[in-house]
């Protein structure tokens, strides 16, 4: 049986904030996917990460960034984020943005489905009551069109279930490793692997675009450390939900940055959204008491 967490509400908070940078990023890779291969766009995503890990490390110490007590499960990490991350990006390029991450939101069902054999979770009918309510919120504000039924719908769920075993793998290492380490080595081999693609399709940046690009896989990184360290103060099973949240910073973004309205479909099932997260708190706090 896995140890209590210790922290939910904390965690939460950190996984809302990474959510906040990621819906920010999403809308940024699908303008990249118009004009750069996807396999650049990936390899260049975590190249920029490994690379600010390595530039902190005069400041963070070296032991802390390069040390690690769980090599393969790192690698293991690593080919799945880059599954998840390339994936994601294919999918923004021949699917329209809401439903490539409506689509992605079917990773917090998978999460919560295997943390419970591979983590020992305990997750009550209440959770699953939850998660399934909070889907049926992202289903309300994207309402998926039918175009999602092509082949192409396989990209998006593939991401979701790689990303699902990401966050798995994470909260195991978490125990293992710490945030630093958890993040270069998947981002190292994310790299190495990418990087077996990306010369053979390689179109040389502008300069501004690749500035764009660089400070892209920075933030990436930041993001993934949010989550990592999310991971690692509640369970899976209750942070994964929390990905539905990346809808309503959306559509707050929308409004805010391009003047977008909101319908009142958006509205109540930002509310469904919303709702869900603060029932899955409570009913992690419930547990921690019992």
Same mark, same amino acid.
């Not at 490994?50 to 400041?59: H, S």
């Not at 040390?67 to 294919?90: D, Q």
């Not at 999918?91 to 992605?104: D, I, K, R």
């Not at 396989?154 to 958890?182: E, N, R, W």
């Given at each position: ?158 991401s979701a279930a790689c990303f699902a075993l990401y966050q798995v793998m994470t909260k195991h290492v978490a125990t293992i490793d710490s945030a630093v380490p958890s993040l270069f080595y998947p981002s190292l081999v994310g790299c190495v692997l990418a990087l077996c693609v990306a010369p053979f399709v390689w179109i040389w ?5 690749? &500035?764009?690009?660089? &400070? ?6 930041? &993001? ?67």
């Amino acid at each position: 049986m896995s140890p209590a967490p210790s922290h939910p509400l904390l965690g939460v908070g950190l996984m809302l904030l990474a959510v906040l940078m990621g819906s920010s990023l999403d809308a940024m890779a699908k303008w990249f996917t118009q004009h750069y291969p996807v396999p650049q766009i990936v390899c260049i995503r975590f190249g920029a990460q490994a690379a600010v890990l390595l530039a902190l490390a005069p400041w963070i110490g070296r032991r802390a960034v390069l040390t690690t007590r769980a090599p393969r499960i790192h690698v293991a990490r690593g080919v799945a984020m880059i599954g998840a991350s390339a994936l994601f990006v294919a999918a923004l390029s021949v699917l329209p943005l809401a439903t490539s991450v409506v689509l992605g939101q079917t990773s917090p069902l998978i999460a919560a489905a295997i943390a419970v054999p591979l983590l020992g979770e305990r997750v009550t009918a209440r959770h699953w009551l939850y998660v399934l309510l909070g889907f049926a919120g992202v289903v309300i504000v994207l309402r998926p069109a039918p175009e999602i039924f092509g082949w192409s719908v396989v990209l998006p769920i593939g991401s979701a279930a790689c990303f699902a075993l990401y966050q798995v793998m994470t909260k195991h290492v978490a125990t293992i490793d710490s945030a630093v380490p958890s993040l270069f080595y998947p981002s190292l081999v994310g790299c190495v692997l990418a990087l077996c693609v990306a010369p053979f399709v390689w179109i040389w940046p502008t300069p501004i675009h690749g &500035a764009i690009m660089l &400070a892209h896989g920075a933030l990436c990184g930041m &993001a993934h450390l949010l989550i990592i360290r999310a991971l690692t103060l509640s369970s899976v099973s209750l942070m994964a939900p929390f990905g539905y949240a990346g809808l309503i910073w959306a559509a707050m973004l929308g409004v805010v940055v391009f003047g977008e309205r909101l319908d009142a479909a958006t509205v109540i099932g930002g509310v469904v959204i919303a709702l869900s997260g603060i029932l899955l708190a409570r009913e992690a706090v419930r547990r921690n008491r019992t």
